[in-house]
T-cell receptor, first 109, second 113 residues
Framework: AQRVTQPEKLLSVFKGAPVELKCNYS??????LFWYVQYSRQRLQLLLR??SRESIKGFTADLNKGETSFHLKKPFAQEEDSAMYYC???????????FGQGTRLTINP | KAGVTQTPRYLIKTRGQQVTLSCSPI?????VSWYQQTPGQGLQFLFE???????NKGNFPGRFSGRQFSNSRSEMNVSTLELGDSALYLC????????????FGQGTRLTVV
């Protein structure tokens, strides 16, 4: 079964501080992992996916298969990063996209 | 390109009634998925349709059903509404099924009273 765990419901950091949002997954095969973000009054949108290995808005995430984790990181937080972040997992093709519970990130000035 | 469109945006229904929600995917997208979002449970997968066929189903009772039309538009239906069905229902479309980026609509806020 696919499962995604985001242990922190709320995370608050100061502007300029590093940010790490944790995501752990459970899946027996090769997963495809994503981070989605929902800014206030906006629709849920893709932030990044592990396959592309891109850095989006300064965020990066590395898939660690040994620790079954896909933590989202940013070295210097900005106020506009305040949002709800969801980690999501999909198995091999034709499998559903499963989301974690989400972490609400607040960046304090 | 127009984004994913969900109608209506808001609904208030009474317990025991039924409701139909509609989703128009991005042009060219053949996969449509539905999610229920609540503060306590987060985003829970309801079902996915691809080329008019249900490809995946979440752990929801049979009162929740859906369908997809030949133009990829999708509807979901909830019968015999319960108070606990109050939630934001999100629709997402993808070019294909599984493992690809999902584009979300703004959701339909359903309140059951």
């Amino acid at each position: 079964a696919q499962r995604v765990t985001q242990p922190e419901k709320l995370l608050s950091v100061f502007k300029g501080a590093p940010v790490e949002l944790k995501c752990n997954y459970s899946y027996s095969g090769s997963p495809e992992l994503f981070w989605y973000v929902q800014y206030s009054r906006q629709r849920l949108q893709l932030l990044l996916r592990h396959i592309s290995r891109e850095s989006i808005k300064g965020f990066t995430a590395d898939l660690n298969k040994g620790e079954t984790s896909f933590h989202l990181k940013k070295p210097f937080a900005q106020e506009e990063d305040s949002a709800m972040y969801y980690c999501a997992l999909s198995g091999s093709r034709a499998q559903k996209l499963v989301f974690g519970q989400g972490t609400r990130l607040t960046i304090n000035p | 390109k127009a984004g994913v469109t969900q109608t209506p945006r808001y609904l208030i229904k009474t317990r025991g009634q039924q409701v139909t929600l509609s989703c128009s995917p991005i042009s060219g997208h053949r996969s449509v998925s539905w999610y229920q979002q609540t503060p306590g449970q987060g985003l829970q997968f309801l079902f996915e349709y691809f080329s008019e066929t249900q490809r995946n189903k979440g752990n929801f009772p049979g009162r929740f059903s859906g369908r997809q039309f030949s133009n990829s538009r999708s509807e979901m239906n909830v019968s015999t509404l319960e108070l606990g069905d109050s939630a934001l229902y999100l629709c997402a479309s993808s070019p294909q099924t599984g493992g690809t980026e999902a584009f979300f609509g703004q959701g339909t806020r359903l309140t059951v009273v």
